[in-house]
């Protein structure tokens, strides 16, 4: 070993002289043989990254996000969603260069079961709705009345203006204050409000009637859509009385003029 030279030395030079006198394709067999783990390490990290920049550019808040609960929609390949939320964005006039719109059908939950799939549904309203996500819920009769138990939902009174209120009264849909349950009341709970007679169109039926919702009329986009048309058979009767399609705001709701927006989107002629 010459003097002030180390053994790392060394070995770099004898490296060296035998790359000198290897051909193009015995330097790439060479190189792939002792540093491909680190060349695919230094691949994949490129790609994360390239990725992680990628997603943090081009995200986008949402600006409205509707869930449509036990729609009935099975096919996944349904564009329908997407062509709606691209409509809806135009003709409320979120700035697509700013925020997404999200017309969510795929959740579906009941009060008897207990999957995991129905229960991860219920865990995601939950938690979208405390933290202000969901813009406005759609479901019929017997879902609706689970979260209006539960207060999700803003008391139209609060928060439409008169003109709104003159316009949708005769489409009110209302639950009983007086039926609220003593405790605070989990809509992930299997809690069965079945065997109530109430006619939630009344409000001179109940003790305490709060106006929550609003229901959706016939002939509309969901109608014509197909969607909740299950809804005609008389099984889904709900509380004595025939199951409708109920939108509500949620009290997390920040902008519930918009939710308003989409009910006229979705009840303008087909």
């Given amino acids: 070993m010459a003097v002030g030279t180390s053994v790392g030395d060394e070995i770099r030079e004898e490296r060296r002289k035998a790359m000198s006198r290897m051909s193009s394709r015995e330097k790439f067999a060479y190189f792939w043989d002792y540093y491909k783990i680190h060349a695919l390490a230094a691949v994949v990290l490129v790609i994360v990254l390239a990725s992680f920049i990628y997603q943090y550019v081009t995200h986008k808040d949402y600006g409205f996000y509707a869930v449509l609960v036990n729609a009935g929609?099975?096919?996944?390949?349904?564009?329908?969603?997407?062509?709606?939320?691209?409509?809806?964005?135009?003709?409320?006039?979120?700035?697509?260069?700013?925020?997404?719109?999200?017309?969510?059908?795929?959740?579906?939950?009941?009060?008897?079961?207990?999957?995991?799939?129905?229960?991860?549904?219920?865990?995601?309203?939950?938690?979208?709705?405390?933290?202000?996500?969901?813009?406005?819920?759609?479901?019929?009769?017997?879902?609706?009345?689970?979260?209006?138990?539960?207060?999700?939902?803003?008391p139209l009174e609060e928060v439409l203006s008169a003109e709104e209120l003159e316009k949708y009264r005769s489409s009110f849909y209302y639950t009983d204050a007086a039926t609220f349950a003593d405790d605070d009341y989990d809509p992930t709970e299997i809690r069965d409000f079945s065997g109530l007679l109430i006619d939630h169109n009344d409000p001179a039926a109940m003790e305490d009637p709060i106006a929550v919702g609003i229901i959706v009329t016939k002939d509309t986009k969901l109608e014509n859509a197909g969607l909740y048309a299950y809804l005609e058979d008389s099984k889904y009767d709900y509380q004595g009385h025939p199951a409708e399609v109920i939108l509500g705001i949620p009290i997390t709701n920040k902008q519930p003029e918009l939710a308003m927006k989409f009910l006229e989107y979705i009840q303008l002629e087909k």
């Fill in 73 to 154: 929609i099975n096919d996944l390949s349904n564009s329908m969603p997407e062509q709606w939320a691209a409509e809806f964005q135009e003709y409320a006039s979120i700035d697509p260069a700013e925020y997404e719109v999200y017309i969510d059908t795929s959740m579906s939950v009941s009060s008897t079961d207990l999957s995991q799939y129905t229960m991860a549904n219920q865990e995601k309203i939950m938690a979208m709705t405390q933290t202000g996500s969901i813009s406005t819920l759609v479901a019929e009769t017997e879902t609706f009345e689970k979260y209006a138990q539960a207060e999700y939902f803003y």
